[in-house]
């Protein structure tokens, strides 16, 4: 069973300051299929972090940092 979704992204609003914080604001809605893990290389090794599986309503998949999805069928929402 899948649960419906809302992804989120990081973004600087026009005008902003190079050195103040981005914001983070609705991106997509989708369905979430499951949580996996991803790596990135770096001159000292991997680093791990992990990842939600998120189809969207065209098909497409992809696969946000776990902190950027909430699920939308959470009770007393």
Same mark, same amino acid.
């Given at each position: 069973? /899948?649960?419906?979704? %809302?992804?989120?992204?990081?973004?600087?609003?026009?005008?902003? =300051? @190079?050195?103040?914080?981005y914001q983070?604001?609705?991106?997509? =809605?989708?369905?979430?299929?499951?949580?996996? %893990?991803? @790596?990135?290389?770096?001159? %000292?090794?991997?680093?791990? @972090? &992990? !990842? &939600?599986?998120?189809?969207?309503?065209?098909? /497409?998949? !992809? /696969?946000? !940092?776990?902190?950027?999805?909430?699920?939308?069928?959470? &009770?007393? =929402?």
């Amino acid at each position: 069973m /899948t649960r419906p979704v %809302t992804v989120f992204e990081f973004w600087r609003p026009e005008g902003c =300051k @190079y050195n103040e914080p981005y914001q983070k604001r609705e991106s997509e =809605k989708g369905k979430f299929h499951g949580f996996s %893990t991803e @790596y990135e290389e770096f001159e %000292t090794g991997p680093g791990n @972090y &992990a !990842i &939600a599986i998120v189809e969207l309503p065209d098909g /497409t998949v !992809i /696969t946000p !940092i776990v902190g950027l999805i909430r699920f939308d069928d959470v &009770a007393g =929402k």
